[in-house]
């Protein structure tokens, strides 16, 4: 059985909901954090980078969002929550899986930062505004004509993709009011019964 190490308030809570929508056991450790916000000595002991998700099955001690939800799908999965080679909407689930952690996440993180240090002017907070619109702008116009980012079924992509909409937002919120169909497909997910369980497992 798969060990989800679960710190509060992280990107771990992907991997509740992913283990939710597949109906697969779990055990859940979940570790508080300090005062200051980072994560307690025993969570940051689990792995070199001391960073949620950490996944324990058998031997094999796994972490990074990505590579635990590709390893589940692809073990553990039985074919959901996944588009095979061959099959219509590959590529797009295969990029929309690395856009999640290689795109997305990374200008939630940089728009997050300028507004937390006070430069919502300037050079850097007008860099960072520019290229949150057009990531915005892009994952907007794909859900114009797509009910999920691969296309017509739900994917890991989801699960990938909904965190700094989500609980990221509670460090910076996303201002999303000018991209309704990212709002519509927020509401989608929010009405999944597995994504609605995760939450109150993750304690969110």
Known sequence: MITIHHLLVSQS?????????????????SYPRQPNYMAAPEFLALHPVGQAPVIEDGEVLLAESLAIVTYILELYGNGALRIAPGE????????????????????????????RMGTESGPFAAMAQERRARHL???????????????????????????????????????????????????RISARPAYQRAMKIAGN
Do not use: H
């Not at 809570?13 to 450790?29: D, H, Q, S, T």
């Not at 990029?95 to 999640?100: D, G, T």
């Open 13 to 29: 809570e992907r991997v509740i909901w992913l283990m939710e929508e597949l109906g697969l056991p779990y055990e859940l450790k």
């Open 88 to 115: 219509k909407g590959y590529a797009d689930y295969l990029y929309w899986m690395a856009y999640s952690i290689g795109g997305l996440a990374p200008q939630a993180m940089q728009y997050m930062t300028a507004l």
């Open 137 to 187: 702008g892009m994952m907007d116009a794909r859900l114009a004509g797509n009910e999920w980012l691969a296309g017509e079924k739900f994917t890991g992509a989801e699960i990938m993709c909904q965190f700094p909409f989500g609980t990221m937002s509670k460090f910076g919120a996303m201002d999303i009011s000018a991209y309704p169909n990212i709002g519509r497909w927020l509401e």
